[in-house]
């Protein structure tokens, strides 16, 4: 079955480290995004990749990094620099075109302790 | 700056009776919309989406309009059931880019 799979679902750190987010797509989309949910705000873009080895800054992108080095793949880092870096975080993925929709994963909760 | 709004954070609806959520925007560059149902702990699902160049589009009991001119679009759900219980967010894309923009959600609870 084609989809998009998120790793863990639930993830514990120790404030200070770096921790990173897997995302893996089969559906052969060529755009591939990072949200983050937190309570009253909603759904907020970290980071998007439009192609392979491309990818922009979102609306919160400070604290966190990410790579597109396969079209399937696309890891969300986040860093000890990100303040409150406790959320739900949503990976998406779609054609990459204006008329069609974003399919995302189940997300993984991150919780720094 | 928030592009896409939804003012209302919840609302309660009889079962059978008809759900309409609300969604406002500020950027008359975007070329589509959608809307998304989500559970909690749980990634959001497609629901429905609208070009910018129609003003209804229809999908069974879902319903979207579309109104340019006052860019606001509504998802009208008939009959609303208990099972729509849910976190409905609209999102917005285009404006040259290939980013979903999405709204603060509205919290729908259907009672039986």
């Known amino acids: 079955d084609g989809g998009i799979t998120q790793s863990p679902k639930y993830l514990f750190r120790k404030e200070g480290q770096n921790v990173t987010l897997s995302c893996e797509q089969n559906?052969?989309?060529?755009?591939m995004y990072w949200y983050r949910q937190d309570p009253g705000q909603g759904l907020r873009l970290i980071y998007y990749s439009q192609i392979v080895n491309d990818f922009q800054k979102g609306d919160i992108a400070e604290g966190y990094s990410v790579s597109r080095e396969k079209k399937e793949s696309f890891p969300l880092t986040v860093t000890s620099a990100q303040k409150n870096p406790t959320a739900f975080y949503l990976c998406a993925s779609s054609w990459g075109q204006i008329s069609t929709e974003a399919f995302f994963g189940q997300g993984t909760r991150l919780t720094v302790v | 700056d928030q592009q896409v709004k939804q003012n209302s954070p919840s609302l309660s609806v009889q079962e059978g009776r008809i759900s309409i959520l609300n969604c406002d925007y500020t950027n008359s560059m975007f070329d589509y919309f959608l809307w998304y149902k989500k559970y909690p702990a749980e990634g959001p699902t497609f629901l429905i989406s609208?070009?910018?160049?129609?003003d209804k589009n229809e999908d069974g009991r879902f319903t979207v309009f579309l109104n340019k001119s006052a860019k606001h679009l509504s998802l009208h759900i008939v009959p609303s059931q208990p099972g729509d219980s849910a976190v409905y967010f609209c999102?917005?894309?285009?404006?040259?880019?290939?980013?979903?923009?999405f709204g603060t959600g509205t919290r729908l609870k259907v009672l039986a």
């Open positions: 609208i070009s910018s160049i129609k």
């Open positions: 559906l052969n989309h060529d755009a």
């Open positions: 999102a917005a894309i285009g404006s040259g880019t290939y980013k979903y923009i």
